[in-house]
């Protein structure tokens, strides 16, 4: 189901407190698609990867039990939503809210277009 707002879906992971990733994570952990492409995915863009980009992005994240990673800004979850919507707009993305991807096509030089219903 398509969010009618951009991160409306982030907001509510993890019982509303924002649950980025797991420390440990793989195609098990994810329901729906074909397990080849998410694990291609998975691997294109690594935990410590994804906790350097919101770094980055001036966010840092904590590891709770289980592995969990949140954002150290709780409890204001929004508040890294905002930093991910202004990278975003630095990098120029274009969101769409209440559309569903259907496809995702390379482009040009490490971009990508994805197509939306």
């Not at 350097?52 to 890294?80: M, N, Y």
């Amino acid at each position: 189901m398509a969010a009618r707002a951009p991160g409306a879906k982030i907001l509510v992971s993890g019982g509303s407190r924002c649950n980025v990733t797991n420390a440990a994570v793989s195609e098990r952990d994810f329901w729906g698609g074909k397990p080849s492409l998410i694990r291609r995915v998975l691997r294109a863009f690594s935990v410590s990867e994804t906790m350097a980009f919101f770094r980055e992005i001036g966010v840092s994240l904590h590891e709770e039990a289980g592995g969990k990673l949140f954002p150290d800004t709780q409890p204001r979850p929004a508040t890294w939503l905002a930093a991910l919507m202004r990278e975003s707009d630095e990098v120029g993305a274009q969101l769409a809210a209440g559309h569903r991807v259907t496809d995702i096509v390379p482009a040009e030089a490490g971009h990508c277009r994805i197509a939306a219903s």
